[in-house]
């Protein structure tokens, strides 16, 4: 089983940058992609970005150009970084975890856009 834990979500004015985190921990070995996903009410969630084990990346059209996810090996966390941000990208964003054939979520960290 593989376990997320995601941090970095809160308050940010309209064009401005945010960091978000996810640690990875248990069988981490069996992962084969990460990714990242937002939800707001009332709709369905929506993949923002995705990394898989061999480093191919692929973005959802609305954050193409300003968020960029990465990941570090050796601390299993991925990354998503947004710049930019815009009223719509205010969501719930959830880390995504592919192991074999099944799928891990994290909690959820809420990101507000707002002046």
């Known amino acids: 089983q593989v376990q997320l834990v995601e941090s970095g979500g809160g308050l940010v004015q309209p064009g401005g940058s945010l960091r978000l985190s996810c640690a990875a921990s248990g069988s981490i070995f069996g992962i084969s992609a990460m990714g990242w996903y937002r939800q707001t009410p009332g709709k369905q969630r929506e993949l923002v970005a995705r990394i898989t084990r061999g480093g191919s990346t692929n973005y959802a059209d609305s954050v193409k150009g300003h968020a960029t996810i990465s990941r570090d090996n050796a601390k299993n966390t991925v990354y998503l970084q947004m710049n930019s941000l815009k009223s719509e990208d205010t969501a719930v964003y959830y880390c995504?975890?592919?192991?074999?054939?099944?799928?891990?979520w994290g909690q959820g960290t809420q990101v507000t856009v707002s002046s």
């Open positions: 995504n975890a592919e192991w074999y054939r099944q799928t891990y």
